[in-house]
């Protein structure tokens, strides 16, 4: 998407995982199972801080839902702008 569609903005969301305690849901058990993958939050600004280095954009991180003191939020997000505009 990045290397030949090129938007001018993306937005990406992924459940993060590691809130699925708070869900009930054993490890390693996806919420739905319609999920390709939920990440935790360090795996998906890894990814997306290099997908934003090697195709030329900046990326912005967030968060979705309410916050739980160790285990974060349900869903994080990031927002790619590309840098060449």
Request: charged share 20%.
């Amino acid at each position: 998407m990045f290397q030949h569609y090129r938007p001018r903005i993306a937005l990406i969301t992924t459940p993060n995982i590691e809130y699925n305690p708070l869900l009930g849901l054993p490890d390693g058990q996806l919420r739905d199972p319609d999920h390709r993958f939920e990440w935790p939050r360090a795996r998906f600004r890894s990814w997306a801080g290099g997908v934003a280095r090697r195709n030329g954009y900046s990326v912005r991180f967030g968060a979705i839902g309410q916050s739980h003191p160790d285990l974060a939020v349900p869903a994080s997000y990031a927002h790619f702008t590309r840098v060449d505009d």
